[in-house]
C-alpha cells in the first residue's frame, strides 16, 4: 500500500464493478433498507461500456431482483424464438436434435439481449433507490484495516506519467470505505486475484479454467434475419486444436452477435484464437448469412469455465467475492448472467443482516452458504463434469459422456462422476517443437478482418502517458523464454493485437506492449504459459467503449 495521503469516504458498502452483479447487489440493499449507504465504482467511462457477453439471458436472476422488470421497460425484448445446434464441418453440417438436449439446453424462455444496455438500465434503477455511482473511477489498490481485514479501496488515482511517477496534474484519488466490500470486477479482477492469493481462499478448489471469448455485431440483409433465433455450433474450424465453439443470436434492427469462443487450455502454442473466430466466418453456414452485411462492433473477453469445483472461498475478512469474480458460468448453457445476479442478491442480503447486527469487517458466511446449497450451487453443479471431460478426453466424450452426465442429474439429481480439471491453462500450453505451426488465411476484409482494424470497432482508447497497465515480472522471459520455448504465444492469444516481437535486421528481437489497444479481456494474465503477465487497471475510463454489447 502507498504511503500517499488521500481523503476518505464512508459507506455501509464498497462495490467494485458495475456488472449485473454489483448492481444486483446495489439494488437489493437499498430495497432492504432505503437508509443503507452504497457506491458503485465502475473502471468504464460509463455504465456498460466494458460489459461484453452473449447473451442469451435465462431471466431467474432479474425475475428475483425486479419482478416487473418489463413494466419498468427493461431492455430485454427478444425472446428466444427457434433453437439450434450444428456440428461443423468445413464444407457443410449436421444438426443435433433439440430432443437429444438435456433439458437445461433448452433456451425458450430466455431473451437475447446486451447485457451492456441490461447494466445500463440496472444502473438507472440503483439511481432512483439512491444508490451512487461513479464511472471512470479505477479501483487500484485495497485498503486494509487494523486487523488485516478489507476495509476500502483506492478509486480515481488519475495523472501518473509513464514512469509511475506523479504528473503535473497527478490526482491521488480517494478512499473508499465500507463496512463490507463487494468485488464484482468480472472475470480475473486485479483485485479479486489479490485477495484470493491474500486470504488463500482458492486453497479447497480445483483450478481455475478459462475461455476467451470473441464477438462481433452485425447489420445483415432484412431477408436473412430471423428474429430470436438462437444459433450455437462446434466442431470446424477448432477440431482438434482447441476446444470450444461458437454462438449466432439473431436480436432486433436486423442485426446479430456472432461470437466465438475458444478454451484456452489448448496444448498448441501455434493457436491464434482470433484467426480461428474469422476462419469460422467463412463457413458455407455464416458465410452465406453474413454476405452482403456489415460488421459494426467487436470485442474480446475471457470465461471463467472451471465452474463448480473451481469455485473458490466467496468471503474474506470484510467482504466477498460476486459473479464472475469468482467464477459462476454453467459452461454447456454459455450462461452466467443469471447466477451473477443471484450471486449480488445473495451478497446483498447477508451484508443487511450483518450491518442491522452491528457487524463490520467480519466473513459474511451466510453468503457463502447460500451461494452454495442454493439456486447458483444446484446449476452449477448438475454440470461439472462437462468441461473436465471435454479438457480432457475432447469434443466427442463431452457430447456422449457428458450429455448422459448432465441427464443423469436432471432425471435424478445425483450422477457418479466427481471429475477434477488438471492443469491450469497456463502449464496446459506445450512447446512449439512439439507441434506443427498453423497456416491460417489471410482475411479477405468483408468477412473477416486483421486483428488491428477490428480493434477500431471495439472504440479503444488509452492515455498513452500513463504507466503500462500491463506489466511483466521479468521483462527478459519474452525473448529469453517464451520466444525459443513456445514461439512466443502473447502474439497470437491477444485478440487485440497488444504483444509484438519485433525483429530488425542486425538487432535481437525485442518485445513491445501496445498496451494502448488493450480490451481488458485479461487472457494474457491467463495464458502465459511463463505466467510473467500481470494485468492492472488503467486510469479510469479508459479501455473499450462497448456500444450494445
Known amino acids: 500500500m502507498s504511503n500517499i495521503e488521500r481523503e476518505a469516504m464512508e459507506y455501509d458498502v464498497v462495490i467494485v464493478g458495475a456488472g449485473p452483479a454489483g448492481l444486483s447487489a446495489a439494488i437489493r440493499l437499498k430495497q432492504l433498507n432505503a437508509d443503507t449507504s452504497v457506491v458503485v465504482l465502475e473502471k468504464g467511462s460509463e455504465v456498460g461500456a466494458h460489459i461484453l457477453s452473449g447473451a442469451v439471458l435465462d431471466t431467474s436472476g432479474i425475475d428475483a431482483l425486479i419482478p416487473d422488470w418489463k413494466a419498468k421497460g427493461a431492455p430485454i425484448n427478444t425472446a428466444v424464438t427457434a433453437d439450434n445446434f450444428y456440428m461443423l464441418g468445413e464444407a457443410g453440417q449436421i444438426r443435433i436434435p433439440n430432443v437429444a438436449m438435456p433439458p437445461l439446453m433448452n433456451n425458450h424462455g430466455n431473451y437475447i439481449v446486451s447485457m451492456g444496455n441490461v447494466c445500463r438500465w440496472m444502473a438507472e434503477q440503483a439511481e432512483e ?49 465500507g463496512k463490507y466490500v463487494f468485488l464484482s470486477e468480472g472475470v480475473r479482477g486485479s ?104 460488421r459494426v462492433a467487436y470485442g474480446a473477453r475471457a470465461i471463467t469455465e472451471g465452474g463448480y469445483q473451481s469455485l473458490p472461498k466467496l468471503t474474506f475478512p470484510g467482504g466477498a467475492l460476486l459473479g ?80 448422459a452426465d448432465m441427464w443423469l442429474n436432471n432425471i435424478f439429481g445425483w450422477s457418479p462422476l466427481n471429475l477434477k480439471h488438471g492443469k491450469s491453462d497456463a502449464l496446459a500450453t506445450e512447446e512449439a517443437s512439439l507441434h506443427k505451426v498453423i497456416d491460417y488465411p489471410k482475411p479477405d476484409g468483408k468477412l473477416s478482418f486483421d486483428r488491428l482494424t477490428n480493434v477500431a470497432f471495439s472504440f479503444t482508447n488509452h492515455e498513452e502517458s500513463q504507466p503500462a497497465h500491463l506489466t511483466l515480472k521479468d521483462a527478459s522471459v519474452p525473448i529469453a523464454v517464451n520466444l525459443p520455448k513456445f514461439n512466443e504465444p502473447a502474439q497470437r492469444y491477444c485478440p487485440a493485437g497488444v504483444y509484438e516481437v519485433i525483429t530488425e535486421e542486425g538487432k535481437e528481437p525485442r518485445f513491445q506492449i501496445n498496451f494502448q489497444n488493450c480490451v481488458h479481456c485479461k487472457t494474457c494474465d491467463i495464458k502465459d504459459p511463463s505466467q510473467n503477465i500481470t494485468w492492472t487497471v488503467p486510469q479510469g475510463g479508459d479501455g473499450p467503449n462497448y456500444p450494445n454489447m
Not at 200 to 222: F, H, R, T
Not at 339 to 347: E, K
Request: charged fraction near 20%; include cysteine; charge should be neutral.
Open 191 to 294: 483485485l479479486s486475484k489479490q485477495v484470493i492469493e491474500k486470504f488463500n481462499l482458492a486453497a479447497d478448489s480445483d483450478v481455475q479454467k478459462y475461455g476467451l471469448g470473441m464477438k462481433e455485431i452485425w447489420e445483415i440483409d432484412p431477408a436473412k434475419h430471423k428474429l430470436g433465433t438462437v444459433t450455437h455450433t462446434m466442431g470446424w474450424p477448432l477440431n482438434s486444436n482447441a476446444g470450444g465453439g461458437s454462438f449466432i443470436y439473431h436480436l432486433e434492427n436486423n442485426q446479430v452477435y456472432v461470437g466465438f469462443v475458444v478454451h484456452l487450455n489448448y496444448k498448441n502454442p501455434h493457436v491464434y484464437p482470433y484467426m480461428e473466430f474469422q476462419r469460422f466466418k467463412h463457413h458455407p453456414m455464416v458465410a452465406e448469412l453474413l454476405k452482403g452485411g456489415k
Open 129 to 177: 433507490l439512491g444508490v451512487e455511482i461513479f464511472p471512470g473511477m479505477s479501483c487500484s489498490e485495497l485498503v486494509f484495516g487494523d486487523n488485516g481485514e478489507v476495509k476500502g479501496v483506492v478509486a480515481g488515482e488519475f495523472g501518473k506519467n509513464a514512469d509511475g511517477s506523479q504528473g503535473p496534474n497527478y490526482e491521488p484519488g480517494m478512499e473508499l470505505h
Open 324 to 403: 464472475c469474480s469468482a467464477g459462476m458460468v454453467n459452461v454447456p448453457r454459455i450462461k452466467g448472467n443469471h447466477n451473477a445476479m443471484l450471486s449480488g442478491i445473495a451478497a446483498a442480503e447477508a451484508a443487511h443482516h450483518a450491518i442491522n447486527a452491528r457487524r463490520s469487517g467480519d466473513e459474511l458466511v451466510e453468503y457463502e452458504k447460500s451461494v452454495r446449497e442454493g439456486a447458483i450451487g444446484k446449476d452449477l453443479k448438475r454440470v461439472r463434469n462437462v468441461k473436465p471431460l471435454w479438457s480432457r478426453f475432447g469434443l466427442l466424450a463431452s457430447l456422449t459422456i457428458g450429455g
